[in-house]
């Protein structure tokens, strides 16, 4: 889809959003086949997180609520943990060498119309987050080196913390997205929310592009060809070494763009930096 397409379809469905995705979560914990459950039975009374591990992995899906998300390396197995409360909720998929799925069915369900359409979606209990998962993080740790396929993350308030990761595509959406990015290394970054708040330090990537109704990117020792910000309220900040090869455009009706504190024109270079909204605002800094 095209940047113009992307900012209206976000900002037209940003009231609906947050009963969107949680019923779209579920509809994905639901139709996905070949699942099972991993229970860790062992004095269960006692135990607090679940864990499963596979010698490898090309591709990690996610599809959590509220649920802390940190994706690290070390160790020489693929490992996730999470929270044994509620464990009825969680399902598990593994298939060893391919894929590693785990997705969380909010409690409370019940059959909702929506403008005629029967969404099957969660019982809210607060704008908030169904039954806070704050304290509940999910953690995946990848062996130093694997290099994956794919990363896709959603569901509603998603936060990720990301380290020292390989992969091709990396995909991250939720009604509101929290993302930190830490030597990363990707040919593909997408970030989509209707709040989308990114951190992206010593990244490489071949393109980077952060949407929502409100999207703001903080850039720190970070490289791409193309970084886009595109949103109603758009704001990127870069910190550069210097902006030597770097080209930057921003556009809307209350936009501006700013180079060391002082207003700046368009500049071209290889790679580029576009940042596009009602309200637009880069900043560059090189001290």
């Known amino acids: 889809m095209r940047r113009s397409g992307k900012i209206l379809l976000i900002i037209a469905a940003c009231f609906l959003v947050f009963g969107i995705l949680l019923a779209v979560g579920s509809g994905i914990a639901l139709r996905n086949t070949g699942m099972h459950w991993w229970r860790n039975d062992t004095n269960a009374t006692a135990v607090t997180t679940q864990f499963a591990e596979m010698d490898s992995i090309n591709s990690l899906s996610l599809t959590l609520v509220n649920e802390p998300i940190f994706i690290v390396s070390g160790g020489d197995r693929v490992t996730i943990e999470w929270s044994q409360r509620y464990d009825g909720q969680y399902r598990l998929t593994q298939r060893e060498g391919q894929s590693l799925s785990l997705s969380r069915q909010p409690s409370g369900r019940r059959n ?21 998962a704050s304290d509940r993080p999910v953690t995946v740790t990848i062996p130093e080196g694997m290099s994956l ?48 708040e990114v951190t992206l330090t010593q990244v490489s990537s071949g393109s980077i592009e952060v949407s929502g109704a409100n999207a703001t990117l903080e850039l720190r020792e970070t490289v791409a060809d193309d970084i886009e910000v595109n949103g109603a309220s758009a704001v990127a900040t870069a910190y550069l070494e210097s902006i030597d090869g770097w080209g930057f455009d921003v556009s809307g009706l209350n936009s501006e763009l700013r180079v060391d504190g002082q207003r700046a024109g368009g500049i071209r270079g290889s790679r580029t930096i576009s940042v596009s909204g009602l309200n637009a605002i880069l900043n560059v800094w090189t001290r």
């Open 112 to 132: 909702h119309n929506v403008f005629g359409i029967g969404w099957f979606q969660p019982n809210w209990r607060g704008i908030s987050g169904i039954e806070d």
């Open 149 to 196: 396929s794919e990363i896709d993350l959603s569901g509603a308030d998603i936060r990720v913390s990301m380290d020292n990761i390989y992969v091709r595509d990396l995909e991250i959406s939720g009604a509101n997205t929290i993302v930190s990015l830490t030597n990363v290394d990707a040919r593909d970054i997408e970030i989509f929310g209707a709040n989308a």
